[in-house]
């Protein structure tokens, strides 16, 4: 209990201080593993839930690893089979892996469509809505894999995404509407993407489908902030390094007192501040030691950058409305 170290530790620590007993049968023992995640989570997430003037990107929290996606390339091979007014389609030669959800353009036709079902090496598939085009037995197409699905654990990106190939090594996030207007569907090319946008927390599109033959692979990479996993009444240990892994005792500690309506609860709110703010400054000391913000430029969601709170301007700067 005293080392601070594992989620057991700390759990025992906050039941100890709250006056009921540790071995798992005190009425806020679930209470005390709730209130313990809701203070690793207000950590992770930067610290501002308990002190407003904290927000860091945690020098811990960064993966170990990076992230890396291999870009599928067109497939356009035979010819298919559209209906005006259907969701059907056949291939001539069914694609050899599931092209669900991907993209699907045919070349004489403008719009756009995603395949909503197709099993791998089948000819038959479906669009997600009818075919607007004209009947067309023998249709030249493209099918375009755009979406892909990041590391179940990202954050967040901490960095513009890189690829090696055609000379290009950054490839910069941008919000969908931009990438919407910068690269419609219907005029998709082949090559290393040049932008990327989120469309989920854990799923990107790019601005381009990547090679033109069924060889051309495009590896990209990506570094990440991993979501840390919940705290049990284990031997693991959470990612809040262990010296300042009291603060998450002290918090959880916080609320507990408040459901006892204990007095001391504003002293342990002043303690688990404390211990933020002392962890924020190290936090910020370790990266400026190593040059600068050791994460580069955050790549946030659409949701989070500037343009959707900040009022709208002109090229000039004039505030519009």
Do not use: C
Not at 16 to 21: D, L, M, P, Q
Not at 197 to 215: D, E, I, M, N, P
């Amino acid at each position: 209990m005293a080392n601070y170290t594992t989620s057991a530790d700390l759990l025992d620590d906050i039941l100890n201080r709250a006056g009921e007993k540790t071995d798992g049968t005190s009425d806020f023992n679930a209470a005390a593993i709730r209130y313990l995640n809701r203070a690793y989570q207000g950590i992770w997430k930067g610290g501002g839930s308990l002190d407003p003037e904290v927000h860091e990107t945690w020098w811990w929290i960064r993966k170990d690893d990076q992230g890396v996606l291999t870009l599928d390339p067109v497939i356009d091979t035979g010819t298919v089979s559209v209906t005006n007014n259907s969701t059907s389609i056949t291939f001539s030669s069914g694609p050899t892996p599931s092209v669900a959800g991907r993209h699907i353009k045919i070349d004489d036709h403008a719009d756009v469509f995603v395949i909503s079902a197709h099993s791998a090496g089948q000819t038959s598939a479906t669009l997600e809505s009818v075919y607007t085009g004209s009947t067309d037995a023998t249709a030249s197409y493209k099918v375009m894999h755009l979406d892909y699905d990041l590391a179940g654990d990202v954050l967040y990106l901490s960095s513009p995404m890189k690829a090696f190939q055609d000379g290009r090594k950054e490839i910069p996030g941008i919000d969908l509407n931009s990438l919407s207007e910068k690269y419609p569907l219907n005029h998709t090319a082949a090559g290393v993407p040049k932008n990327f946008a989120f469309l989920s927390q854990s799923k990107v599109r790019f601005s381009h489908y990547g090679g033109s033959s069924s060889t051309d692979l495009i590896k990209i990479d990506y570094e990440y902030a991993a979501e840390p996993s919940d705290l049990a009444d284990d031997s693991n240990e959470p990612l809040v390094p262990r010296e300042y892994r009291f603060i998450l005792a002290d918090w959880a500690l916080m609320f507990i007192y408040a459901d006892k309506d204990d007095t001391r609860v504003g002293d342990t709110m002043v303690l688990a501040q404390r211990g933020l703010v002392a962890m924020a400054k190290e936090n910020r000391r370790r990266m400026s030691f190593m040059g600068g913000n050791m994460f580069g430029k955050i790549v946030t969601r659409q949701k989070e950058l500037d343009r959707f709170t900040a009022p709208l301007r002109t090229e000039s700067g004039l505030i519009i409305g």
